[in-house]
């Protein structure tokens, strides 16, 4: 056929040393922004204080350390909560099951969404309509109501509310799985790997997979930030695994009522939450911006 | 204007319609110079073709004429003389009014110019009240444009009706929107217009009305036009004189008839050579490296790292743009030695060699469609063992689609294609491995054929993977030796597509399809999206390795003149159906069909606008439907 217009600008555009995108690159190249950085400081200094907190916390979690809500001082750094344990210890201590089940929720849902965007971009039959409007079906429900209900039938087990998570992110990421993959199997390369017979799954994982990188690991980072949202509001909400355990979004709960007279309680991990969620949005919006980046200077040329 | 004409009016210089001084653009975060030293002038009613390669900076020095510089550039010198106004000193508000009322752009792409969501009537009628408001300050009554509009249209060749107008532009052809663009550029008779490519993307019947309007507009209202473009052949055509520009300068300018003729300048030459003839099946001769990007550019000459001719002197100072006969000037030291040489011969005849007696595909009433919709109707031809046949059609003529369905990537068509004896399925999965490596596909776009996220080592080592051919070391030292046989080096498996230039990759996507030792290539457009210097590098590489390793190989192109440098025998498809079969040479040069008559008529070619510069008639208007 006649050389399409966008194959004649893409010869025009590509000689004059267009930035190559991989997605070791991306990651690599966002890292020259300070947005990137901060992120990735915040969340490495909590994942740090999830991992070693309970070695170096001062006193066990539910050990009673003082009258409780005592304001700062000795043998409690922030003080005591509502049952006069030390809230440095379980500060210290409560990170850790909350990263745990988000990590866990976002890998399974970012997993099942990836196969599902992939495969429904790649067949574009009947199968890609079904699963699409699968899909909106389970988005049509809000992810917390959904946990809620879930809980509150089930029962607050971790693993319930790791599904419910792991199934609302799903669709979220078969959306974008399936948008960012959707122009790749147009291309050639997809059809010399047909021609040559290469295996389906092939193909969705070797040819289709490292093009959607990109927006996968925005989309990623941001269902990680709203993901800790959730098990933070469902602990917050009384619907936590143990209420004995330490547990930030448990722990605003039990000490809101001493925000006037003992602030400590609740307000640590408030800005451990907050530290945390601004963290994850900062890596992801430092990758779409270089993404977008790299879009806009190959644009000029 | 003839060139005898043109010289009166250079000597008198208030009659240059535009004259262009010193321009220099430059990347606008690094200053690095992107285009420099530009200067010339075109006449009233003259149309002065710029040629270059990608990356020589003629878009870019096209658009400064609108003082408009892309994104990321900016015009840091020189001036660009309308009459006795700076286009680049003038402001914002002052360069909207000019732009459309004296100077106007027609892009490559009429598609995108046009607005989808407004009909075409009224888009002109824009056009004109836009700088009909300006110039009186207050609007002209609907009728008065009502007439311009029609006879706007009767200058283009489209019907004037109201239905006409009334259409969107999505409802018209691709020439048709083309002509469009022609109409609003010429809307209110311009001083200047710039021509961006504007037949690239149309078929060459197409491309030839076009051509014939732009240049008749041209002269009947004393427009000075710039008409950008790489293709040689048209602008040869077209043109009164041509400017040739090399990595980001003007390396030559003179006469349509001098330059290809004899020009003065190493690179001229070789790019004359690369380009295709539609008389005598010569090897085409590729410019061998590439031109340095911005920044990179040697202190010396620009073209001296590929030139043949290159001495010491080459590569102390940029070369100064010189006259070396009347109305000629070449950017080179040794201009006066290039021109003693001669020009005429260039690449040597091909020997063919004879085609097998046995058909290596065969297709048998193909009829191919798609969705319910039919684009091949019942077509049979066979392709012989070791020989190279093309497959020349325009757009939407089924050539693809017959090529896609012999590989297997088209499913949807009946009939019976058989390779060897053996009959193929519809569908490549459902093909055992070994029919699936024997039959190999090269693909058009080598930007979108390579996987960007793959090194060229792991790109050609798959199909080993694949059909379990080789693996480990062994796999290793055969792309190695691929990469070898299509002229690269073993040092490219390291490196990513986006690292390479469009032929490069082209060369790697070759490198692919030989890898599994195939019998039958099939070669779709695979040099239309690359530069002439590149294709005929690509097609001579491609030739050699037929005659070498004994390949049945189907060329599929729209480019007729090509076919004669790599093909025995051609086969012409015309909307779905194959109207001639033949000898290369035969068909080419006496075709029985009467399309494939017009098809060649409509071909520019070098040969034909070497021997008409200027004596060209203009269409009548009922012929051309674009």
């Known amino acids: ?301 | 204007m003839s060139t005898a004409e043109f010289a009166a009016a250079r000597a008198e210089p208030t009659r240059a319609a535009v004259s262009v001084q010193d321009l220099r653009i430059e990347l606008a975060s690094t200053r690095t110079p992107v285009v420099s030293d530009i200067s010339f002038e075109i006449g009233r009613g003259e149309i002065l073709g710029l040629v270059g390669e990608s990356g020589s900076g003629k878009t870019t020095v096209g658009l400064a004429l609108l003082g408009h510089a892309r994104r990321g550039l900016s015009i840091a010198g020189g001036s660009v003389l309308l009459g006795d106004r700076d286009i680049l000193d003038l402001g914002d508000e002052e360069l909207r009014r000019l732009r459309g009322a004296l100077v106007s752009y027609v892009p490559q792409d009429p598609a995108s110019s046009l607005n989808p969501a407004l009909r075409v009537g009224i888009q002109l009628r824009e056009v004109l009240e836009a700088h009909q408001a300006d110039r009186n300050g207050q609007r002209a009554s609907r009728g008065d444009h009502s007439e311009r509009i029609a006879e706007m249209m009767r200058e283009v060749a489209l019907p004037d009706e109201r239905e006409f107008l009334r259409r969107y532009p999505h409802e018209l052809s691709g020439g048709q929107q083309q002509r469009i663009g022609l109409a609003m550029a010429f809307a209110n008779r311009p001083r200047l217009i710039v021509l961006d490519e504007p037949t690239t993307g149309l078929d060459v019947t197409t491309q030839a009305h076009v051509l014939e309007t732009v240049r008749q507009l041209a002269k009947l209202h004393d427009v000075a036009a710039l008409y950008v473009s790489h293709d040689l052949a048209v602008v040869a055509a077209l043109a009164d004189r041509v400017a040739v520009m090399y990595a980001g300068r003007l390396v030559e300018l003179g006469t349509a008839e001098t330059l290809f003729t004899s020009a003065g300048h190493p690179y001229t030459r070789r790019l004359i050579g690369a380009i295709p003839r539609l008389t005598g099946g010569r090897s085409l001769l590729g410019i061998p490296g590439r031109a340095a990007s911005p920044g990179r550019r040697p202190p010396g000459c620009s073209f001296a790292p590929r030139c043949s001719m290159r001495i010491e002197q080459c590569d102390q100072e940029v070369p100064a743009l010189r006259p070396v006969g009347p109305d000629h000037l070449v950017r080179c030291i040794r201009a006066e030695e290039v021109l003693t040489k001669e020009q005429r011969r260039i690449g040597d005849p091909i020997e063919m060699p004879a085609a097998g007696d046995l058909a290596a595909v065969r297709l048998d009433s193909v009829v191919a469609l798609y969705g319910r919709h039919e684009v091949v109707h019942s077509v049979s031809f066979s392709l012989a063992a070791h020989e190279c046949l093309a497959l020349v059609g325009e757009s939407g003529s089924g050539k693809t689609t017959i090529a896609r369905a012999i590989a297997g990537l088209h499913h949807n068509w009946t009939g019976k294609i058989t390779l060897g004896d053996l009959p193929l399925h519809t569908s490549a999965r459902r093909r055992d491995a070994d029919t699936r490596r024997r039959i190999q596909y090269i693909f058009q776009n080598p930007y979108g054929s390579l996987n960007p996220r793959r090194t060229v080592g792991e790109i050609i080592g798959q199909p080993l993977r694949v059909f379990g051919t080789a693996s480990g070391r062994d796999a290793d030292r055969r792309v190695a030796e691929m990469l070898e046989r299509v002229s690269l080096t073993a040092s490219y498996a390291a490196r990513y597509p986006d690292q390479l230039s469009g032929g490069e990759r082209q060369r790697v996507a070759i490198a692919r399809a030989l890898v599994c030792d195939p019998a039958v290539l099939i070669c779709d457009e695979v040099t239309s999206a690359l530069d002439v210097s590149v294709q005929a590098a690509i097609v001579e590489l491609l030739g050699n390795l037929q005659r070498d390793l004994g390949l049945s190989m189907l060329f599929i192109t729209h480019n007729l003149p090509l076919v004669r440098s790599i093909a025995q025998r051609v086969a012409v498809l015309h909307d779905g159906v194959v109207t001639e079969v033949g000898e290369t040479a035969q068909v080419l040069g006496s075709p029985a069909e009467p399309y494939t008559r017009q098809l060649i008529a409509d071909t520019p070619s070098l040969e034909t606008a070497i021997a008409e510069v200027g004596i060209a008639e203009p269409p009548t208007p009922a012929t051309s439907p674009g």
């Open chain 1, 1 to 301: 056929m006649i050389p399409a217009a966008g194959a004649d600008m893409a010869a025009e555009a590509v000689p004059l040393d267009a930035p190559p995108v991989r997605a070791t690159s991306l990651l690599r190249r966002s890292l020259r922004l300070w947005r990137t950085r901060i992120g990735i400081a915040l969340v490495g200094l909590l994942v740090l204080i999830a991992i070693v907190g309970p070695f170096i916390a001062p006193h066990g979690s539910s050990a009673f350390v003082a009258a409780p809500f005592s304001p700062p001082g000795k043998g409690a750094v922030f003080g005591t909560d509502h049952l006069g344990q030390d809230v440095l210890s379980r500060l210290l201590d409560g990170g850790r099951s909350i990263l745990l089940m988000a990590l866990i929720a976002t890998a399974a849902g970012l997993i099942a969404g990836v196969v599902i965007g992939l495969v429904a971009a790649y067949a574009r039959n009947a199968l890609d309509d079904v699963l699409m409007r699968g899909m909106d079906v389970i988005m049509a429900f809000p992810q917390i109501m959904l946990a809620l209900v879930a809980a509150a039938v089930v029962g607050p087990h971790p693993w319930v509310i790791i599904v419910a998570i792991a199934l609302t992110t799903v669709p979220r990421i078969a959306r974008v799985a399936r948008g960012a993959a959707l122009p790749v199997v147009e291309r050639d390369f997809i059809a010399c790997s047909e021609a040559m017979g290469v295996p389906r799954w092939r193909i969705l994982f070797g040819d289709l997979l490292p093009n959607t990188l990109g927006p996968l690991m925005v989309e990623a980072s941001l269902r990680m930030t709203y993901s800790i949202g959730v098990i933070a509001a469902l602990a917050f909400l009384g619907l936590s695994t143990n209420p004995n355990d330490p547990n930030w979004g448990l722990m605003i709960q039990d000490n809101r009522t001493a925000l006037a007279f003992q602030p400590w309680g609740a307000v640590m991990p408030i800005i451990a939450i907050a530290l945390l969620t601004m963290g994850t949005g900062l890596i992801g919006d430092g990758i779409a911006r270089t993404a977008a980046g790299i879009d806009r200077s190959r644009g000029a040329e």
